[in-house]
């Protein structure tokens, strides 16, 4: 499937390619201001509800919350689990697709902890 060439914000009409590199399919799949921090929050916490999610990113509105685990359930780097129960739990944990994205993702991680050293350095 060649799809759009245009990044969008449902699920169904995402972008499936053709990349110009593989930097780029990777973004394409991280793009958003919370994928990268509900990768760390599920690998830091393990399985988590809906709602210990959002805890844990103070900020996050419940809309874009919800958009972005769709989006990142369709791209299979999370398994999002319902139990049948009244009233419905649904939980959140990492897919094997999801816990490599997050190990490719340490390095970038590691730079941005360098450049928090580095701006605190400038600042006195």
């Known amino acids: 499937m060649t799809g759009s ?3 969008t914000a449902t699920p169904s009409t995402r972008r499936r ?3 110009v ?11 958003g201001k ?6 760390w929050e599920l690998h830091a916490h393990g399985t988590r509800r ?4 959002r805890r844990g ?3 996050v509105s419940h809309k874009v919350l919800t958009q972005q685990l769709r989006e990142m359930e369709t791209d299979g780097l999370v398994r999002r689990e319902v139990f049948p129960e009244v009233p419905p739990r649904v939980e959140y944990s990492l ?3 999801g816990v490599s994205l997050n190990a490719a993702l340490d390095a970038l991680g590691d730079w941005g902890v360098e450049r928090i050293e580095r ?3 400038e600042a006195d």
């Open 50 to 53: 809906y709602a210990e999610i």
């Open 34 to 39: 919370w994928k990268a921090l509900i990768l």
């Open 119 to 121: 701006l605190a350095m």
């Open 57 to 59: 990113l103070p900020g």
């Open 5 to 7: 060439t245009t990044a």
């Open 21 to 31: 590199c593989g930097l780029d399919a990777a973004m394409d799949v991280v793009s």
């Open 95 to 97: 897919t094997e697709h």
């Open 17 to 19: 390619g053709p990349y």
